[in-house]
């Protein structure tokens, strides 16, 4: 990998430009007002995969927005490695929280940056990322020393949802025939402490509704005689866990999977700071189940948590109604082997059960989406940690995520393959929030990175 690295040194300048001009078209797939930038970044993505010299570059049209297919095979009877990223982003509101354009990147140095950050929508999430793998590549084979086959999948609705994406799966497996999938769309523990994430959280997600009288009534001549569905649904809520933090709904753990004391000593050896975590976000305590880390309870531990919860007056003063309806949003976050399907049934036969009589519930599945899992014993994950341990100069720590990508099952259940999730984010990158930023170091350790796991994977597959 000597000339690629030296390629990848001598192009930094122009990397890094080229990353900037795609980071200035606003790609919102949320938002139909800009459908014509989401396909601009389309086509210029689809030019620079022509531009490295892949072939058979496309740009496949859906019910949504498009997906970008670009391959290059150097001999069919090498390992075929699948890239996936998303050129999507979502939606930069609040401006007036940004201190500087979202479309507009600049680079700024700051404490965990000091080399300088790239600034702008997009930047960690996904296209700085996605944009890694599109350089890693143009350098291996500028350098001839490209050692598997490469096919890129980039999709344009990642942030809404991916649903057109799985029917693009479904229907060109023949298109996406690999042996393994990469994606760079997590993070890792810290700049000197690199990580590989090795499972990701299922998701069940619910919206419940709580029926009282036909209309919001006067509270003084009817308080203390009907029930009153906010009261009625917090108290509901509260019947959900148990004194200890545990979910109380019956059957909910049924199928989970406890891991071994040997495999939680692996995990702690992750770096934590209770008090930086604490400080971070502004809290004076952590708090979750009982018996378990707080990196466990985000990573290897279902959860349930109310995202929203609204109903009667919220206006400016007062006014003195029971009302007629409550409402709130539940997630319910899954570890591997639970399936969101039964969860979710699971959920709403409890939900209705504890109920009391004088009101009606009603409970909305909405999304939900497959837990996912990396054996750190798989040819993938062995060539991820060969790479991260050539280019950072120490092995990688395999972590849980507490979030979910879901398409990540999909792919496994559609084409056969496992996903190794290779990150080069941090967690303070401010990804969907305002001032969402991607580190220059992060950004070319991660070109840097990636061709070495070509090297490893080609050598393991043998």
């Known amino acids: 990998m000597h000339q690629t690295q030296a390629y990848i040194s001598s192009n930094k300048k122009r990397f890094l430009d080229e990353l900037l001009d795609l980071l200035s078209i606003p790609s919102i797939s949320a938002d139909s007002s800009y459908n014509e930038h989401v396909e601009k970044c389309a086509k210029k993505l689809s030019k620079n995969l022509r531009k490295i010299g892949l072939s058979n570059v496309e740009i496949y049209s859906t019910a949504g927005h498009p997906i970008v297919y670009g391959e290059k095979i150097i001999d069919p009877k090498l390992p075929t490695v699948l890239i996936y990223g998303h050129y999507d982003v979502q939606p930069a509101d609040p401006l007036d929280l940004w201190d500087s354009d979202p479309f507009n990147p600049?680079?700024?140095?700051?404490?965990?940056?000091?080399?300088?950050?790239?600034?702008?929508?997009?930047?960690?999430?996904?296209?700085?990322?996605?944009?890694?793998?599109?350089?890693?590549?143009e350098a291996m084979i500028a350098s001839e020393e490209l050692k598997c086959n490469v096919k890129f999948m980039i999709e344009g609705e990642e942030e809404v949802g991916s649903e057109n994406l799985a029917i693009f799966v479904k229907n060109q497996k023949e298109?996406?025939?690999?042996?393994?999938?990469?994606?760079?769309?997590?993070?890792?523990?810290?700049?000197?402490?690199?990580?590989?994430?090795?499972?990701?959280?299922?998701?069940?997600?619910?919206?419940?509704?709580?029926?009282?009288?036909?209309r919001d009534l006067h509270s003084g001549l009817y308080?203390?005689?009907?029930?009153?569905?906010?009261?009625?649904?917090?108290?509901?809520?509260?019947?959900?866990?148990?004194?200890?933090l545990s979910i109380s709904i019956p059957?909910?753990?049924?199928?989970?999977?406890?891991?071994?004391?040997?495999e939680r000593n692996e995990m702690s050896k992750a770096p934590f700071s209770h008090d930086a975590y604490c400080k971070s976000i502004d809290i004076n305590d952590t708090h979750g189940e009982k018996d378990f880390s707080t990196m466990e309870r985000g990573s290897i531990r279902p959860t349930l948590d109310v995202n929203g919860i609204w109903g009667g007056y919220t206006g400016e003063g007062a006014k003195t109604v029971i009302p007629s309806k409550a409402?709130?949003?539940?997630?319910?976050?899954?570890v591997p082997n639970?399936?969101?399907?039964?969860?979710?049934?699971?959920?709403?036969?409890?939900?209705?059960s504890i109920a009391p009589d004088g009101v009606r519930v009603r409970v909305t599945p909405h999304h939900g989406g497959e837990p996912a899992v990396t054996p750190v014993d798989s040819t993938g994950y062995q060539a991820a940690s060969y790479a991260y341990e050539k280019s950072f100069g120490k092995k990688p720590i395999p972590v849980r995520s507490?979030?979910?990508?879901?398409?990540?099952?999909?792919?496994?259940?559609?084409?056969?393959?496992?996903?190794?999730?290779?990150?080069?984010?941090l967690d303070s990158d401010a990804i969907h929030s305002p001032n969402e930023h991607y580190g220059l170091f992060n950004f070319y350790k991660g070109i840097e990175t990636i061709p070495y796991f070509f090297e490893s994977f080609s050598q393991l597959s043998k």
């Open 327 to 334: 409402y709130a949003k539940i997630s319910m976050r899954l």
């Open 338 to 352: 639970q399936d969101p399907e039964e969860i979710t049934r699971l959920f709403c036969d409890h939900f209705v």
């Open 402 to 425: 507490g979030g979910s990508i879901p398409i990540i099952a999909m792919f496994e259940k559609e084409l056969g393959l496992k996903t190794v999730l290779m990150g080069f984010g």
């Open 223 to 244: 308080g203390g005689c009907v029930a009153n569905p906010i009261n009625i649904l917090c108290d509901m809520i509260s019947q959900l866990q148990n004194k200890d």
């Open 251 to 262: 059957g909910f753990y049924d199928q989970v999977i406890n891991l071994s004391m040997e």
């Open 106 to 137: 600049v680079i700024r140095k700051t404490q965990l940056h000091p080399e300088g950050a790239i600034f702008a929508r997009g930047a960690c999430d996904d296209k700085g990322q996605m944009f890694m793998h599109v350089k890693a590549v």
């Open 175 to 214: 298109l996406l025939d690999a042996d393994i999938i990469l994606v760079s769309d997590t993070g890792m523990l810290a700049n000197d402490v690199p990580s590989i994430t090795t499972g990701l959280r299922g998701l069940s997600y619910v919206e419940v509704e709580v029926t009282g009288p036909n």
